[in-house]
């Protein structure tokens, strides 16, 4: 993990990284936690087959994720996966439909800072298949795949690895 030298209190190059949650200064007594950020992952299912985006930028850029993003200050979970949805795949959907399946902690490092997440996933079934216009910037690709055909080392992130290994043996 990239380390904070500067205390934003004082100043001074001096704080020091605890090695798992928190900065703090010797100086002024200043400390910053590193808290864990909610995140949620959605599964958009038809009958057998997932739809999962492919990652346009780092971290993992190249690799299969699910549709989702972190949580807004003052936004529910399901809000969230409302709003991320719709803003990646331009699909609107009614959260009364949303069914959550489990979470599950993940490390999202962005910019060499390691973000200690809780990942909330929920499944999504839709009625039919559908196809949509890319927010390009963050996705390159969107693909539906059956789920014999998905490979965990195609997957970006250790939780929804984790995840799919448990939600295949399910299914």
Same mark, same amino acid.
């Given at each position: 993990?990239?380390?904070?030298?500067?205390?934003?209190?004082? =100043?001074?190059?001096?704080?020091?990284?605890? =090695?798992?949650?928190?900065?703090?200064?010797?100086?002024?007594?200043?400390?910053?936690?590193?808290?864990?950020? =909610?995140?949620?992952?959605?599964?958009?299912? !038809?009958?057998?087959?997932?739809?999962?985006?492919?990652?346009?930028?780092?971290?993992?850029?190249?690799?299969?994720?699910?549709? =989702?993003?972190?949580?807004?200050?003052?936004?529910?979970?399901?809000?969230?996966?409302?709003?991320?949805?719709?803003?990646?795949?331009?699909?609107?959907?009614?959260?009364?439909?949303?069914?959550?399946?489990?979470?599950?902690?993940?490390?999202?490092?962005?910019?060499?800072?390691?973000?200690?997440?809780?990942?909330?996933?929920?499944?999504?079934?839709?009625?039919?298949? !559908?196809?949509?216009?890319?927010?390009?910037?963050?996705?390159?690709?969107?693909?539906?795949?059956?789920?014999?055909?998905?490979?965990?080392?195609?997957?970006?992130?250790?939780?929804?690895?984790?995840?799919?290994?448990?939600?295949?043996?399910?299914?």
């Amino acid at each position: 993990m990239k380390i904070l030298k500067y205390c934003p209190s004082c =100043g001074k190059e001096s704080l020091n990284w605890d =090695g798992e949650k928190k900065w703090s200064c010797p100086n002024c007594n200043f400390t910053l936690y590193n808290n864990v950020a =909610g995140a949620v992952a959605v599964v958009i299912r !038809f009958e057998n087959e997932i739809y999962l985006t492919r990652r346009n930028r780092d971290p993992k850029k190249g690799k299969l994720d699910l549709a =989702g993003g972190f949580i807004d200050p003052r936004e529910s979970a399901e809000e969230t996966c409302q709003r991320e949805l719709y803003e990646e795949l331009q699909l609107d959907i009614d959260i009364s439909n949303l069914k959550y399946l489990r979470s599950l902690p993940n490390v999202y490092q962005y910019k060499e800072i390691d973000y200690n997440t809780i990942d909330l996933f929920y499944e999504y079934s839709v009625p039919e298949k !559908f196809e949509v216009n890319l927010e390009t910037s963050e996705i390159s690709e969107a693909l539906w795949i059956t789920l014999e055909e998905l490979k965990l080392e195609d997957i970006a992130f250790d939780s929804q690895k984790i995840f799919f290994k448990e939600y295949l043996k399910n299914i």
